[in-house]
């Protein structure tokens, strides 16, 4: 019985301390993202698209993400033959410069993913703003194409 009630303590104690951390990491992460807005809240978003007219939250930011994705998607002067699942993320700072590129592939394909980097580089981005304000923000598309072709 003491076995079990000792057993039991350290779980608890071990529990605790990962709870502890996994906050703190969290905090970390407000405080490193706090000035920039996702996309789908800024009030003008840096790219071209037609969502205005969406007024439901989800319509609007599946309309961004398939604008955002088409216009990348047109400046890949290569053939790619990938099915998979590739992401990409970028930020456009307050006058309107792309930095922090991130790509991510399932499966992986570093050919692929330089392009998409490339494409996100020569994108006509605007400055955005969010409450009537210049902010830096966080975009994000899912890219799910099995064959690519150049459209340049």
């Given amino acids: ?3 079990k009630l000792i057993y039991l303590t350290f ?3 071990f529990l605790n301390i990962s709870i502890v951390h996994s906050q703190a990491d969290l905090k970390l ?3 490193k993202n706090g000035k920039t807005v996702h996309f789908t809240m800024v009030d003008k978003t840096p790219f071209e698209n037609d969502c205005d007219g969406e007024s439901d939250d989800k319509e609007r ?3 961004l993400e398939k604008s955002l994705r088409d216009e990348i998607l047109t400046l890949i002067e290569k053939d790619y033959k990938y099915s998979g699942e590739m992401y990409v993320w970028f930020t456009v700072d307050k006058k309107g ?5 991130a790509t991510k592939g399932f499966p992986s394909a570093p050919d692929f993913e330089k392009d998409i980097k490339k494409a996100v ?10 409450r009537n304000r210049k902010a830096n923000v966080r975009c994000y598309t899912r890219v799910l194409p099995e064959i690519i072709s ?3």
Avoid: F, H, R
């Fill in 1 to 3: 019985m003491k076995l």
């Fill in 11 to 13: 779980i608890i104690g």
């Fill in 29 to 31: 992460a407000k405080k």
């Fill in 61 to 63: 930011t599946k309309c």
């Fill in 97 to 101: 410069n792309v930095t922090d590129i």
């Fill in 121 to 130: 580089m020569e994108l006509k981005l605007t400055k955005s703003t969010y």
């Fill in 150 to 152: 150049p459209k340049k």
